[in-house]
């Protein structure tokens, strides 16, 4: 099927600016994690990318090991640019990283500059693509010195095989450092993927004041806390889900009594605020300035333009963020 993309696709999105960048990111950006790789259908998440651009969602994100295989999201992923996206190549940020285990030996996953270059040039071939916009180490590496994993963002920049360099999963005091030898080597840290969702506010007591004084932005990733802040989860465990697959990171002990009552009474104020709960988990996330964009996952086109309709109610009064809080402390 040709796919001809909305002339309107610019109208709705929000873009915010990536921290002290030059960068605008959508408020909400599609992440390949799960849902794209060899073992779904591909027309099937084809439609999906083409909801995402069709709404103004420009930024993708890949990771060297999305699938299951590891690599085939980042294959599918450039296979849809090659089909449906090469003319609007210049209209996409597509973001890749390397960290995690992705192939077998000393130097196929952490930190080291061995490894990052290699996979990144090793993602450039699946993608199809001579650049990444960012290229991210995607989790601190407590035996590689930070220099030299900083080193070999600035060299892929530097390269031109990424445009932006980013960090994932780095706690706050690596950070700062990473963003200092990264500033000292001319190549600013643009930004931050951390997971930050109602069910995991790991990112507030300090991370994200780092953020602001570092001028990176920061992109939320598992939002929906994997599909447990939607409705999926209200009346069991549906069979298509991630909690019921057998590669899904989703395990059904994290569904415990605690958590589905938080999921009810939360589902509950969302309905007052004519939201459904996944619309009200992105909107709480983006009521915080710091929030640059929320990286959803979508198995779906249709769970995706659901998501997308939480831009319409971003404000909450201070009643509603006060009953939230009593029910995520509980
Ligand atoms: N840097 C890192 O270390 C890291 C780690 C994890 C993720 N990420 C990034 O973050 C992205 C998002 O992560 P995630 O997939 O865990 O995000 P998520 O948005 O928290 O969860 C996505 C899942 O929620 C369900 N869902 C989504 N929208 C829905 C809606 N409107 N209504 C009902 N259910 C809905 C779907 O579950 P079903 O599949 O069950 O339908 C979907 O697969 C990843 O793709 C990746 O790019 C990065």
Redesign the pocket.
């Known amino acids: 099927m040709q796919y001809i993309p909305n002339i309107k696709r610019y109208q709705e999105m929000k873009y915010n600016r990536c921290g002290n960048s030059g960068l605008m990111l959508p408020a909400l950006s599609l992440?390949?994690?799960?849902?794209f790789g060899d073992v779904e259908i591909y027309e099937h998440f084809r439609e999906t990318i083409w909801a995402a651009f069709d709404n103004g969602i420009t930024h993708f994100?890949?990771?060297n090991n999305y699938g299951p295989p590891p690599g085939s999201a980042e294959s599918n992923f450039g296979k849809i640019l090659k089909q449906d996206l090469t003319s609007h190549r210049d209209e996409l940020v597509i973001s890749t990283?390397a960290g995690y285990l992705m192939w077998d030996g000393p130097y196929g996953e952490w930190g080291s500059r061995k490894y990052l270059i290699a996979s990144l040039n090793q993602s450039l071939k699946r993608l199809g693509v001579d650049y990444v916009d960012i290229f991210y180490s995607?989790?601190y590496d407590p035996n590689t010195p930070l220099e030299e994993t900083m080193r070999a963002l600035d060299f892929a920049v530097k390269q031109g095989k990424a445009l932006y360099a980013g960090i994932?999963?780095y706690p706050a005091a690596e950070t700062k450092k990473a963003a200092e030898i990264l500033r000292n080597m001319g190549t600013p840290c643009l930004i931050h993927?951390p997971?930050y969702?109602m069910l995991d506010r790991w990112v507030e007591p300090e991370l994200l004041d780092v953020l602001e004084q570092e001028g990176m932005g920061c992109i939320a990733?598992?939002?929906?806390?994997?599909?447990l802040?939607?409705?999926?989860y209200l009346k069991g465990i549906p069979e298509?889900?991630?909690?019921a697959k057998p590669h899904g990171f989703l395990t059904q002990e994290q569904i415990t009594p605690n958590v589905l009552n938080k999921i009810q009474r939360l589902n509950r104020l969302a309905k007052l605020r004519n939201q459904?709960l996944?619309q009200m988990a992105i909107a709480w996330l983006l009521k915080d300035k710091r929030i640059t964009s929320v990286?959803?996952?979508?198995?779906s086109s249709e769970?995706?333009r659901?998501?997308l309709q939480s831009l319409s109610n971003l404000n909450f009064s201070e009643d509603e963020l006060k009953s939230i809080d009593i029910i995520l402390n509980d």
Request: hydrophobic content about 35%; cysteine-free; charged content about 15%.
């Open positions: 992440g390949l994690w799960h849902n994100d890949l990771a990283k995607h989790r994932s999963n993927q997971r969702s990733f598992s939002p929906l806390a994997q599909g802040l939607t409705n999926r298509d889900s991630r909690a459904s996944a990286l959803v996952g979508a198995s769970q995706l659901n998501s």
